[in-house]
């Protein structure tokens, strides 16, 4: 039998996720994109990518069962 609240749970999860991510990536691009960056814009920049690269590395994690034994 299908566990439909579990389901609900990680198709809302990956949805929210999916969006974080592209929204953060966008943000990230969007900052390194003007022609005058300030050295705030850039380093907001990269730590956006940063934190991106980060979640997509946790979602790796999270998806290989030979990384958590």
């Not at 969007?30 to 690269?53: H, M, N, P, W």
């Amino acid at each position: 039998m299908i566990d439909w609240s579990a389901f609900v749970v990680v198709a809302l999860v990956a949805l929210f996720s999916a969006a974080a991510l592209v929204s953060l990536y966008s943000f990230g691009l969007r900052l390194l994109a003007v022609d005058d960056r300030a050295r705030v814009r850039t380093i907001g920049g990269y730590a956006c990518f940063v934190v991106c690269a980060l979640g997509v590395l946790f979602g790796i994690y999270l998806i290989v069962p030979a990384l958590h034994s």
